[in-house]
């Protein structure tokens, strides 16, 4: 299975988009300041996921996500409710 989540960092209004086939494992990554693009805004806590049977779902879901800023603040906005 391939996920595409949403992490919120605890510490500032930031949200990150990312996939992965261990969703896990990658948020010890992220927490542990392992992944350059966030590691100034750890810690994280997952804030969204959705589960794909493809890895070409999943990241044409996050391209979808990453590209078009609006259908990520949907799905904030839909949780933060």
Do not use: C
């Not at 966030?38 to 493809?54: G, N, S, V």
Request: glycine content about 2%; hydrophobic content about 35%; aromatic content about 16%.
């Amino acid at each position: 299975m391939w996920y595409v989540y949403i992490l919120k960092s605890l510490i500032k209004k930031w949200y990150y988009v990312g996939s992965t086939n261990r969703p896990d494992q990658r948020l010890k990554e992220h927490n542990l300041g392992k992944v350059l693009s966030t590691k100034a805004y750890k810690p994280f806590e997952l804030f969204f996921k959705k589960e794909f049977h493809l890895e070409n779902e999943a990241r044409s879901f996050e391209r979808l996500l990453k590209d078009k800023r609006i259908e990520k603040e949907k799905i904030i906005r839909s949780f933060e409710k």
